[in-house]
């Protein structure tokens, strides 16, 4: 389900994830949030990720 402000994801009438829309070009819009269950099971799943706009301390807390 998408507007022109945002995309939202839903599953059997249930909010799972809603993200403001980004209308630029080859970017990648990486919420580490999302991602704290896989980080959990495999710690190394970030070495690659775009995080660097995320405070460390927070990604080291999960």
Known sequence: MATIAD???VFEETLIAWHKR???LERTCF???HYLILLE???GCFD???LEHY???L???S
């Open 59 to 61: 990604l080291l807390a």
């Open 41 to 43: 099971r495999k710690p």
């Open 55 to 57: 405070p460390r301390a």
């Open 31 to 33: 919420n580490a949030i």
């Open 7 to 9: 995309v939202r994801l």
């Open 22 to 24: 980004d209308w630029g």
């Open 48 to 50: 690659h990720a775009p």
